[in-house]
């Protein structure tokens, strides 16, 4: 089995910066893709942003400019720098990883619990 732990987020005001973290542990022979996703109230929950295990990226338009995702292959982790939040950006936001317990398994992908992030107008 794997978890995913994500930490970092909180209660910001508009125009402020938090960082998330998202920590992978148990069985991993490889990681491919890892993203952040969030949901706000009454809301689907979509893909903020993605990057592959060899760093490249994409990002919703919302965020292009102020979110940047980047990852640590050595340590199984994660990040989401969200700079100049706006209250739009208030929502749950989740971490997934798509990954291989083996070589000869087919990756499956894996989320983490949700942290909240809130931003104040």
């Known amino acids: 089995q794997v978890q995913l732990v994500e930490s970092g987020g909180g209660l910001v005001q508009a125009g402020g910066s938090l960082r998330l973290s998202c920590a992978a542990s148990?069985?991993?022979?490889?990681?491919?893709?890892m993203g952040w996703h969030r949901q706000a109230p009454g809301k689907q929950r979509e893909l903020v942003a993605a990057i592959t295990s060899g760093g490249s990226t994409n990002y919703v338009d919302s965020v292009k400019g102020r979110f940047t995702i980047s990852r640590d292959n050595a340590k199984n982790t994660v990040y989401l720098q969200m700079n100049s939040l706006k209250p739009e950006d208030t929502a749950v936001y989740y971490c997934?990883?798509?990954?291989?317990?083996?070589?000869?398994?087919?990756?499956?992908?894996?989320w983490g619990q949700g942290t909240q992030v809130t931003v104040s107008s």
């Open positions: 148990g069985r991993i022979f490889t990681i491919n893709d």
């Open positions: 997934n990883a798509e990954v291989r317990g083996n070589s000869y398994l087919a990756p499956r992908n894996y």
